[in-house]
Nanobody, 126 residues
């Protein structure tokens, strides 16, 4: 079992940057593939980025590729999402998730993630 807590969201102007953090407690996060998802009002939750257990493998949604970097510090049990050149379309609640399965890479399917944080709001003004 792992407990996830996101932080770092807020209000930023278009073109700005934010770094989201996801702190894991309980079972060490290095045993999980970690992902970030987001959900905008009236839309389904969608994949943003994922990172493998060692941090050596990453995957990004096309909508954020080149603007977003996922990273992890297993010693600190924390996963990060650095977001640059933010757009109003990036406005959403961002969720951190942990996947303990042995599913093949990439891990874009919401259904494979076992644990979720409560989310952090990101609002990008134009």
């Amino acid at each position: 079992q792992v407990h996830l807590v996101e932080s770092g969201g807020g209000l930023v102007q278009a073109g700005g940057s934010l770094r989201l953090s996801c702190a894991a407690s309980g079972r060490t996060s290095r045993t999980y593939v970690m992902g970030w998802f987001r959900q905008a009002p009236m839309k389904e939750r969608e994949f943003v980025a994922a990172i493998g257990r060692s941090g050596g493998t990453t995957d990004y949604a096309d909508s954020v590729k080149g603007r977003v970097t996922i990273s992890r510090d297993n010693a600190e049990n924390t996963v990060y999402l650095q977001m640059n050149s933010l757009k109003p379309d990036d406005t959403a609640v961002y969720y951190c998730a942990a996947d303990a399965s042995t599913a093949v890479w990439p891990r874009r399917d919401i259904a494979v993630y076992n644990y979720w944080g409560q989310g952090t709001q990101v609002t990008v003004s134009s």
